[in-house]
């Protein structure tokens, strides 16, 4: 299936409506009704939208500033690390049903990862982590993000997921 066109670009509340969007986790369609202006007010969270052609709101993510400690992250802690890990966090990402396999997630990805490298060029992070919701779909969100690069933080938890933001640069690269 072609992709179809969109934009992505930060959420606007009077250009995003919210309440038809759907990606089939009740969870997280609630959480962009009803959580997500409040974070973005109160500077936890930055929200990114996709829209179609029409303005409808097809998909999204969400980063946030992080850090791990690195006694729970032996895969992404360096030798001699003491203190926090500086990361980004990816909050979430979904896209609507209507527009799933469609390379619409594969666009918020890479459009994630590529700011994540930017924002890490200014402030300085390791890695950008997420953790894989852990339903009927968790195989199949592994596969995709395994595909990308991304591997278990700590083997003794084995669904957050860490890139590093040096292998982020380097697959960025024009």
Same mark, same amino acid.
């Given at each position: 299936?072609?992709?179809?066109? #969109? ?6 509340? /009077?250009?995003?409506?919210?309440? !038809? ?12 009704? &009803?959580?997500? !202006? /409040?974070?973005?007010? *109160? ?16 998909? #999204? ?8 400690? @690195?006694?729970?992250? *032996? =895969?992404?802690?360096?030798?001699? =690390? ?8 990816? @909050? ?23 700011? *994540?490298? !930017?924002?890490?060029? &200014?402030?300085?992070?390791? /890695? $950008?982590?997420?953790? @894989? ?9 592994? @596969? ?5 690069? #991304? ?10 997921? #860490? $890139?590093?933001?040096?292998?982020? /640069? ?5």
């Amino acid at each position: 299936m072609a992709e179809p066109p #969109f934009t992505i670009r930060p959420f606007d509340k /009077a250009l995003h409506d919210r309440g !038809a969007f759907s990606c089939g986790v009740e969870a997280m369609d609630r959480w962009l009704r &009803q959580s997500v !202006a /409040a974070k973005i007010a *109160s500077n936890r969270i930055r929200l990114w939208c996709a829209t179609d052609e029409g303005g409808r709101l097809v998909g #999204f993510y969400a980063l946030a500033a992080h850090s791990v400690e @690195v006694a729970g992250a *032996s =895969d992404l802690a360096e030798r001699g =690390d003491r203190h926090a890990i500086p990361a980004i966090y990816l @909050v979430a990402l979904a896209v609507d049903r209507t527009c799933q396999r469609t390379g619409l997630g594969s666009a918020l990805m890479g459009d994630a990862i590529a700011r *994540s490298v !930017a924002i890490s060029e &200014q402030l300085g992070a390791a /890695a $950008l982590i997420l953790d @894989v919701l852990e339903d009927a779909a968790r195989d199949r969100r592994m @596969v995709f993000y395994e595909g990308l690069g #991304f591997r278990a933080i700590d083997p003794k938890t084995p669904h957050r997921l #860490f $890139l590093p933001i040096k292998l982020a /640069a380097i697959q960025n690269e024009p």
